[in-house]
Nanobody, 123 residues
Framework: QVQLVESGGGLVQAGGSLRLSCAVS????????MGWFRQAPGKEREFVAA????????SYADSVKGRFTISRDNAKNTVGLQMNSLKPEDTALYYC????????????????WGQGTQVTVSS
């Protein structure tokens, strides 16, 4: 059984940085697009970033473009999200998810989700 476990969340001041990590256990996801999504209180889950199975292509939400960087290490079965210049509006529960073979921002195309890690950015 494949499991995704996120880590690295926390409390940071605006302008600070955090690095999230998603560890995959049980089976490789080396042939899947992997994505990060987030959900703030009272809001719908939204796309943050995605990376293809070989890391050749990435996609970002406009709100994080230029500040966040997604990466993956298939040998270690991990996916990372480097978040710089954090803003209070980045506060949310961040989820790692396994997606289809192609880049996709539609959460309905992702079939396996972690439990999430909380990111809180203070002003």
């Amino acid at each position: 059984q494949v499991q995704l476990v996120e880590s690295g969340g926390g409390l940071v001041q605006a302008g600070g940085s955090l690095r999230l990590s998603c560890a995959v256990s049980g089976r490789t996801v080396s042939r899947s697009t992997m994505g990060w999504f987030r959900q703030a209180p009272g809001k719908e889950r939204e796309f943050v970033a995605a990376i293809t199975w070989n890391g050749a292509s990435t996609s970002y939400a406009d709100s994080v473009k230029g500040r966040f960087t997604i990466s993956r290490d298939n040998a270690k079965n991990t996916v990372g999200l480097q978040m710089n210049s954090l803003k209070p509006e980045d506060t949310a529960l961040y989820y790692c998810a396994r997606g289809p073979w192609n880049l996709n921002a539609d959460s309905r195309q992702y079939d396996l989700w972690g439990q999430g890690t909380q990111v809180t950015v203070s002003s």
